[in-house]
């Protein structure tokens, strides 16, 4: 059974640091592409960062670039998100999930979220 | 903004057909076929229904159908249940873009 964790998440003041962390079970992370995808309570999913699985090419989403970064640490089989110089509108549930080309580029796992609240 | 443009909502009552539309441009959904479908419970993670536009992952009911013309994709229920309330996103990647943009969610109600 393929498990993705999602932790790290929490309250933090503007301006401030946190990194989340998905730790994969079932599948390898250095197979997938892995990404980070969130959204803001009651409304849609916006895509955030991903990284390939060569680890060779990395893409953020015009509203996180600069802030955030993703990586990979293939011998604990975990990726992450570090986040800093945090914003109010970061706020959100943050999920992990992972595609490759033999699906199609569809999303076939996701974690369960982890909540960051960016708040003064 | 979404990247993508789905309704708002669509309802049906059990046993009747919905279509869910996802309206994207000639960059994304018209000139790939590389949009997918998530179903989300609240509070819970987005699950794959559909991909490539039209296939469905293994364990995915055969309710769930796809299609594509010109920029607009569509997402069909059949035989609509009440276990198929939820929130509906379609996603689309753009390879020229190396950016994946998902639509705004619609929400489907069971009458």
């Known amino acids: 059974e393929v498990q993705l964790v999602v932790s790290g998440g929490g309250a933090v003041q503007p301006g401030g640091s946190l990194r989340l962390s998905c730790a994969a079970s079932g599948i390898k992370v250095s197979d997938y592409w892995m990404h980070w995808v969130r959204q803001v309570p009651g409304k849609g999913l916006v895509w955030v960062s991903r990284l390939n699985s ?6 953020y989403a015009d509203s996180v670039k600069g802030r955030f970064t ?12 570090e986040m800093n110089s945090l914003r109010v509108e970061d706020t959100a549930v943050y999920y992990c999930t992972c ?9 076939d796992y996701w974690g369960q979220g982890t909540l960051v609240t960016v708040s003064s | 903004q ?5 309704p708002a909502s669509v309802s049906g009552s059990p046993g009747q057909s919905i279509t869910i539309s996802c309206t994207g441009t000639s960059s994304d959904v018209g000139s790939y076929n590389l949009l997918s479908w998530y179903q989300q419970y609240p509070g819970k993670a987005p699950k794959l229904l559909i991909y490539e536009v039209t ?12 299609s594509k013309s010109d920029n607009t994709a569509s997402l069909t229920i059949s035989g609509l249940q009440t276990e ?6 379609c996603c689309s990647y753009a390879p020229s873009t190396v950016i994946w943009g998902f639509g705004g969610g619609t929400k489907v109600t069971v009458l």
């Open chain 2, 2 to 6: 979404s990247a993508l443009t789905q």
């Open chain 1, 99 to 107: 595609n490759r080309f033999s699906s199609g580029w569809g999303f």
């Open chain 1, 54 to 59: 060569e680890r060779s090419t990395i893409q």
């Open chain 2, 84 to 89: 198929d309330e939820a929130d509906y996103y």
């Open chain 2, 55 to 66: 296939k469905r992952p293994s364990g995915v009911s055969n309710r769930f159908s796809g």
């Open chain 1, 70 to 81: 993703i990586s990979r640490d293939d011998a604990k089989n975990t990726v992450y998100l």
